[in-house]
């Protein structure tokens, strides 16, 4: 159980959309409902440099500042990392290289290159954690901000919208694919109230 209730951190007051609040809340309806006071309240209990070393365990390399608002996104993550964290997840915490080249051959067909797989599999995440993350963020497609993912099988997601709607996420996974969707403009204007829930959940 966490409370979600309205947050002041210094300068720092974070807000969930639409400025509701619902008290004491379990994780489980939280992240369902996108309830961005109590991420930050989270990372607030749990610290700074755990959120980090998870990201990194994910394959998150980008550069992540360890204040509170990284619990919202503050800190610029490229899609193919975002991709690779929930690929992860989809895998069970078993590790994802991601790659874009499988095999490179001249014009009589030599192999100049290829890419050798992993030879072993590297559990960055205990299983029982994974599963019930999954179980969250089925919730979210199933319950919450991202119904408009809907699949006729299981599928786990999240939705993301940043501050001022200049950009609008959907990212997910199933047991065998990931991926990561983004509406913004190129420019970094906002949108017209464009949300995560929105197109990027219908496009993923």
Do not use: C
Not at 22 to 49: H, I, P, Q, W
Not at 68 to 77: I, Y
């Amino acid at each position: 159980l966490i409370v979600d209730e309205p947050i002041t951190e210094g300068r720092y007051k974070p807000q969930n959309f639409g400025h509701e609040y619902f008290g004491e809340v379990t994780l489980y309806e939280a992240l369902t409902r996108s309830l961005n006071t109590v991420a930050v309240n989270l990372m607030k209990d749990v610290g700074a440099s755990k959120v980090i070393g998870m990201a990194r365990r994910l394959g998150i390399t980008a550069d992540l500042e360890p204040d509170l608002s990284l619990a919202l996104g503050s800190s610029g993550v490229p899609m193919i990392q975002m991709a690779t964290a929930y690929a992860t997840l989809g895998r069970g915490g078993s590790a994802v290289e991601p790659y874009s080249i499988k095999r490179i051959l001249d014009k009589d067909g030599n192999v100049l290159y290829e890419r050798i797989p992993p030879q072993k599999e590297q559990q960055v995440i205990n299983r029982s954690d994974v599963a019930q993350i999954t179980a969250m963020m089925q919730s979210v497609i199933q319950n919450g901000t991202g119904q408009a993912a809907a699949l006729p099988f299981p599928a786990a997601g999240k939705t993301g919208t940043s501050q001022g709607f200049r950009d609008a996420w959907f990212m997910g996974f199933t047991s065998r694919y990931a991926g990561a969707v983004w509406f913004g403009n190129d420019d970094n204007t906002p949108t017209k109230r464009l949300t995560g829930g929105a197109a990027p959940a219908r496009v993923w």
